[in-house]
Structures are given as structure tokens and as C-alpha cells.
């Protein structure tokens, strides 16, 4: 067999003494091989070719599959952080409220600072405070059906808290001086709420005052002639009729409703369904559940568990309240979401609970 040797260009070998010491030399022996070895060559073998696809299709697979894999982790982990702020939303906004109910009502452990309902399925929580320190009693009768101012001042009546208090001797009656400036450094018309004292109530608008002599004739207030006053409302109509008998009282007061609409949160307040805001979205329920326990003595443990505040029937508790129920009877309310959140590969359901005391209780 003939053999054949490699013949290198005379330009590349000859070189004078000192450029053939240099570290250049491989180098340019080196492309001249690959060269010869490589692009004299027409194609490759099938072989090759096969070998070079599956080369290939075995890297984009190992590519896809790692990108589908870090895809999936994001996904889930948004996922559960999304869960976890949904939940916290919830748990902060509705049980700090909570833990306010009832500020400012210490005269009257029956007013209902906290009311729970069911809608579809769902709680309504109303959550009320004391915007002003102390009420006004009714001091005559108002009915259901019409439209009068209430009398809340009226010495001519026997009715507990009616009488003419003027401290400051400047004619208006003290606590109806207070308010009378809460109002006017408030707009001038703010909301107000008359209750009856055993469960019945309901907001107005409450936008001025009259002062009367002891003849009934409207007067200006000055010191000594003011026999009875009244509060006007922009011609509400009462629902319920209120009693002059010392438990119907008004109160300004803020109401902060918060129910479920359309899997989304909603706060509600002073029952104005333009102050309505959403909370957060992404809940399939939301669950107030109230325990109480009626026998406070150290050898009891029997609590009931009631999912309608204050009670209405037998089926508002676990069990028929054996004792009238009073709101400092609550031992803590238990708020229970359960948050859907989806994403294109899946859908993960979580409910939570948290249990809230409404510290104002305390003060009973």
C-alpha cells in the first residue's frame, strides 16, 4: 500500500531561527491539520447525523424540563403566598375591629355591639363603637310609620336623664350642647342610631336641633327657658316605634359591616351602600362563629356555640341559651375563611380559623 505523507507549505515552515522558538508554530499546525482533516470533506455519514439529532432532542428535552419544573415551583409558590395573604388580610382587618366592639357603650351591657347574621350560607359581622362619649335618652314615645323629631330633653316628663342640665349656664341643654357641636364640626348632618334596648334599632340622619318653651312654642336657648328639646332628621321614617321609658337611647355611633359578595370581601359602613369597599377577593366562604359561656363560676365548663348574634331562635346556637343573652356573655369569636386561589395548573382550597377576643367586654 502506497503510503502518503503530509507536505507542508514551504510559508509555514520556513521560518528564520528566532520565529520558529516562538509558542506560535502549533498553533498554525494546528489549523493547518483541522483544515486538511475537516473542510476537504464533502458531508457527514448518516450515522453522524443520527447521532447529532438525538444529541439534541436529548439536551431540549432536558431544557424543557427544567423550565417546566421552575415554572411550576413559581407557580406554587405564588400560589401559597397568595393563600397566606388572603388569610392575613382577613385576620387583621375584621379581627382588629372585633377587638374594638363595643368601645364606648359601658352604660349599656345590652346594647348589641356585635350583630351576626347569615346570608346564603355566609356571615354578616356588624361591628359597632362609640364615636361620642354618651347618649341621649328618648324622652317621649316615637312611632313607627311617622316622621317626627325625637325629644331628647324634657323636664315637663318623668323619664330618667330628660331633665335640664345647663352647667355652663348658656341655655342649651349640656348634653345636647355636645352633640350639637360633634354635628356641626362634622358636616352638619351625620348619622346617628336610635335603639330600643332589647334588640330593635336602626340609622338616621340626624341634622339639627329645637329648643321649646314650656308652652310647646319654639324658642332661642338662653339660660332658664328651655323646657324641652328635640333633634330633627331629614324627614326619616321610623320602622320601629321607640319606647319613653329609659332604655330607648340614641348614640352616634360607627357601624362597619363586613359580609360576602361574589367571593370578595365587602365593608359596609354605617349601613350606606355607597361606602362600600372590597377587602380582599378569592374566598369561596367566610364563617363568624360566637362562643359563650353563661355560667361564669370555676367549676363550669359548658359554652355554647352560636352562629347568629343575639340569638333568635333555637337553631341561632348549638343549643338553646338556658339564660337572655347579653354580649359580655362571649368568651371569644372565632373567624373561619376558606380562600380558592387558582393558576393555569391548578386550584388549592385552604380554610383557616382565628379566635379574637372583644377586650371592651371587660368593662362589665
Known amino acids: 500500500m502506497e503510503k502518503k505523507s503530509i507536505q507542508f507549505k514551504r510559508h509555514l515552515l520556513d521560518l528564520d531561527k528566532s520565529s520558529r522558538k516562538t509558542s506560535t508554530q502549533p498553533f498554525y499546525i494546528g489549523i493547518y491539520l483541522f483544515k486538511l482533516r475537516f473542510c476537504g470533506q464533502k458531508g457527514v455519514t448518516l450515522g453522524e447525523l443520527l447521532i447529532g439529532t438525538l444529541i439534541s432532542s436529548v439536551i431540549i428535552s432536558l431544557g424543557f424540563m427544567g423550565f417546566s419544573w421552575s415554572r411550576q415551583i413559581y407557580l406554587q409558590d405564588q400560589q401559597s403566598n397568595d393563600i397566606n395573604q388572603t388569610l392575613r388580610s382577613v385576620f387583621e382587618v375584621v379581627g382588629s375591629d372585633i377587638r374594638q366592639a363595643g368601645e364606648g357603650f359601658a352604660e349599656d351591657p345590652n346594647f348589641p355591639s356585635l350583630v351576626i347574621s347569615e346570608n346564603s350560607g355566609n356571615s354578616e359581622i356588624a361591628i359597632r363603637r362609640s364615636l361620642l362619649t354618651g347618649s341621649l335618652p328618648v324622652c317621649r314615645q ?82 332658664d327657658v328651655v323646657a324641652s328639646a328635640s333633634i330633627t332628621t331629614h324627614s326619616h321614617t321610623w320602622a320601629n316605634t321607640y319606647e319613653a321609658n329609659g332604655s330607648s337611647r340614641i348614640y352616634l355611633i360607627e357601624e362597619r359591616r363586613y359580609r360576602l359578595r361574589n367571593n370578595n370581601l365587602e365593608l359596609v359602613i354605617d349601613d350606606d351602600e355607597s361606602q362600600t369597599s372590597s377587602i380582599v377577593g378569592n374566598l369561596e366562604s367566610f364563617e363568624i362563629i360566637t362562643h359563650i359561656q353563661q355560667d361564669l363560676s370555676t367549676d363550669s365548663s359548658q359554652r355554647y356555640t352560636c352562629t347568629i348574634i343575639p340569638p333568635e331562635d333555637s337553631t341561632s346556637c348549638d343549643a338553646t341559651l338556658p339564660n337572655p343573652y347579653v354580649w359580655s356573655q362571649i368568651r371569644f369569636i372565632e373567624i373561619k375563611p376558606k380562600v380558592l386561589i387558582s393558576n393555569p395548573l391548578s386550584a388549592v382550597e385552604t380554610e383557616q380559623s382565628q379566635k379574637v377576643f372583644p377586650r371592651n367586654i371587660l368593662n362589665y
Not at 341643654?173 to 335603639?195: H, K, M, Q
Request: aromatic share 10%; hydrophobic share 30%; net charge negative.
Open 142 to 223: 316615637v312611632v313607627s310609620g311617622t316622621s317626627d323629631a325625637v325629644v331628647v330633653v324634657d323636664e315637663t316628663g318623668s323619664i330618667a336623664g330628660c331633665d335640664v342640665i345647663d352647667d355652663d349656664n348658656n341655655g342649651w341643654p349640656d348634653n345636647l350642647e355636645s352633640w350639637r357641636e360633634y354635628r356641626v364640626s362634622n358636616g352638619a348632618t351625620i348619622r346617628a342610631f336610635i335603639y330600643d334596648g332589647t334588640g330593635n334599632g336602626e340609622f338616621f340622619d340626624y341634622n339639627g336641633e329645637e329648643t321649646f318653651a314650656t308652652d310647646g312654642s319654639s324658642i332661642t336657648p338662653a339660660p
